[in-house]
């Protein structure tokens, strides 16, 4: 039985260059590769998240702790993971930039009061619809603005 599907051309050099260097703004990412990167960093982050708030439970650092530490996930893994995802499928990170922001504002307001326990996952839903978006749209072939593609490499657009 033969597979009649001709399989994708592919750029080893291009996927090593953009797979190890998860912290940049810059390149593509292939829909497997921002999988992998999104659960590895998610793993990670919800231990981390879970070690902190013990931490805070016992009094061993300040409670405004996991929150500095959601901050600084959300800057240095995934806002760089979820931009180079976007450029792949040819979007700008403008937007998710700016849900970003808005997220972590609301983050922040959170802990200030309880009137505004509810806001971050009200802005938490088009994040989550927009990665949905970005997980199940195809790369867009040949070279686009911010470089070649890892998954189509040889192909014009």
């Not at 061993?60 to 893994?77: D, S």
């Not at 922001?101 to 959170?110: D, E, G, K, Q, V």
Request: glycine share 6%; charged share 10%.
């Amino acid at each position: 039985m033969s597979n009649d599907l001709p399989n994708p051309p592919q750029n080893p050099e291009a996927t090593k260059t953009t797979i190890f260097k998860p912290f940049l703004y810059g390149g593509r990412f292939t829909r497997m590769q921002y999988f992998l990167h999104l659960l590895v960093g998610i793993i990670v982050y919800r231990i981390l998240s879970y070690l902190l708030i013990l931490l805070v439970a016992n009094g061993a650092i300040p409670w405004l702790m996991p929150v500095f530490f959601a901050i600084a996930a959300q800057l240095l893994f995934f806002l760089p993971v979820v931009i180079k995802r976007a450029h792949d499928i040819g979007h700008k990170g403008t937007v998710i930039v700016t849900l970003s922001l808005a997220y972590l504002i609301t983050l922040i307001l959170s802990t200030l009061s309880f009137i505004f326990m509810m806001l971050p996952l009200i802005t938490l839903i088009p994040l989550l619809i927009y990665g949905c978006i970005l997980l199940f749209k195809d790369s867009q072939k040949g070279t686009n603005e911010y470089g070649t593609s890892t998954k189509y490499p040889d192909t014009t657009v």
